[in-house]
């Protein structure tokens, strides 16, 4: 839950940026390279936990993108409006 409080924070911060969603973008494309190249032989239930965060960064990156395809730039947007959001 706090991932999602913190990515709904990023977000509102990046959308306020003009360029922010794209650097936005970067560094969560540089958070799933290194959650996807992390050994994680071993543990089953680390695998788990690294599977689930994968996911999670890859749902965020398509939000994301979303946002950049549609321009927004404002907080009232109706693209991040429709999004689920945790505060």
């Known amino acids: 839950l706090a991932e999602y409080i913190r990515f709904v924070s990023h977000v509102e911060d990046a959308i306020k940026n003009r360029e922010g969603l794209v650097d936005l973008n970067e560094k969560l494309l540089l958070k799933l390279q290194s959650l996807t190249y992390s050994d994680l032989s071993g543990d089953p239930i680390t695998q788990l936990k690294a599977t689930a ?33 945790y505060y």
């Open 53 to 85: 965060l994968i996911l999670d960064v890859i749902r965020q990156r398509e939000v994301v993108d979303t946002l950049i395809k549609n321009r927004a730039s404002e907080l009232d947007s109706w693209v991040w409006q429709k999004q689920m959001k």
